[in-house]
């Protein structure tokens, strides 16, 4: 039996977004069993975890803190205080754990793995390296969780170790009241404005929606480096005041002000502005990568180069809400998930 129920969630992000999301719905709600902690550099992360009540420490876990640094700052951690597991999230952490964690057992989430490895790296080489490392790190890692069948069919290929890999998918609720789809030509982006979210492409799909609909409009929601590049190009598509670039919004109050969320990524593994795009009833027009399939009906589905095809389901998932799909499509809750990462963390303590 075991006595120490502590879990340490290791993060090397100290924002609220993205990764985030999953860490402060799993420890606002608890696993079963078991005490969340987690650690991450100061920042907002902590803080809006700390004012939910859940234990954190701060930690030198960022990449730009260094690999030393990192790997110093959560020993420490670990030789203070007593946890039975350590669960990393994302790639840094995932290193920082392998190279902090002595004895203590290893659980890992995966968040973001491609099929394509050159996705996320400057060249093939480095792509290459980073597999040889994530090979040896899934090695000594207990268990595996991929947030989605697609995740996990990509951990086994490119990194081994499927006996040990488990797919609990990211769970959302139900919003009370459920909100009503209602038919609007408001398409909203929410995303960073990077290369592989191909923006490019929904802009050029938006100038053919705007020439048809000219009361049609866009918000990109999010920043990134290709923010200039974009307004640009939005300027000579001729569509620039209908489009908007507001930076960072509320999630939230975004979708209650929009109709239809496009996201033309080059891959996705469970993406959460998709799985609160259908709790919230809104039309979705998204590319067939990753776990995206698992989340909408195939009538959303479009490939990102062809800007015709993407165009029309833009305008089908605005002015035909019965071709949307439902929010009750999605029905993995929270709840749920974190009872999903409780039978692996029970897997584990068996082991040792």
């Known amino acids: 039996m075991v006595l120490n129920r502590r879990v340490l969630w290791l993060s090397p992000v100290a924002?609220?977004?993205g990764v985030s999301r999953h860490i402060i719905d799993a420890a606002s709600q608890g696993i079963p069993g078991w005490n969340i902690e987690v650690a991450a550099p100061a920042g907002p992360l902590l803080d809006t975890l700390s004012e939910a009540g859940v234990p954190v420490h701060p930690v030198a876990s960022a990449p730009g803190s260094g690999i030393r640094a990192s790997v110093a700052s959560v020993r420490a951690l670990l030789a203070r205080e007593n946890f039975a597991l350590l669960h990393s999230h994302l790639a840094y952490a995932d290193l920082v754990a392998l190279l902090a964690a002595g004895r203590t057992p290893i659980v890992s989430t995966e968040h973001g793995i491609a099929a394509d490895?050159?996705?996320?790296?400057?060249?093939?080489?480095?792509?290459?390296?980073?597999?040889?490392?994530?090979?040896?790190?899934?090695?000594?890692?207990?268990?595996?969780?991929?947030?989605?069948?697609?995740?996990?069919?990509?951990?086994?290929r490119q990194w081994g170790g499927r006996k040990k890999i488990r797919v609990v998918l990211n769970g959302v609720d139900p919003l009370v009241p459920e909100p009503k789809p209602q038919a609007g030509l408001r398409f909203l982006s929410l995303s960073r404005l990077s290369h592989e979210k191909r923006i490019d492409k929904l802009l050029e799909a938006f100038a053919l929606v705007h020439k048809r609909h000219p009361e049609a409009t866009l918000t990109v929601a999010g920043d990134g480096p290709l923010r200039a590049q974009l307004e640009s190009k939005a300027r000579e598509l001729g569509v620039a005041e209908?489009?908007?670039f507001p930076g960072t919004v509320v999630a939230a109050d975004a979708y209650r002000t929009h109709d239809v969320v496009v996201?033309?990524?080059a891959w996705e593994n469970l993406s959460y502005t998709l799985l609160d795009a259908v709790k919230n009833n809104k039309g979705i027009v998204s590319t067939p990568v990753g776990g995206n399939g698992e989340i909408v009906r195939a009538a959303s589905l479009v490939e990102a180069e062809d800007t015709n095809q993407v165009a029309r389901v833009m305008l089908t998932q605005a002015l035909e809400t019965e071709a949307r799909t439902p929010a009750a499509a999605w029905d993995w809750s929270v709840s749920d998930m974190c009872m999903g990462v409780a039978r692996i963390y029970e897997e584990v303590s068996d082991e040792f």
């Open 263 to 265: 996201q033309l990524s």
């Open 15 to 17: 924002e609220v977004g």
């Open 117 to 156: 490895a050159r996705l996320y790296n400057a060249s093939a080489v480095t792509a290459q390296a980073k597999r040889l490392v994530h090979r040896l790190r899934v090695a000594r890692t207990s268990r595996v969780i991929a947030v989605s069948e697609s995740t996990a069919q990509q951990v086994a």
């Open 242 to 244: 209908a489009v908007s």
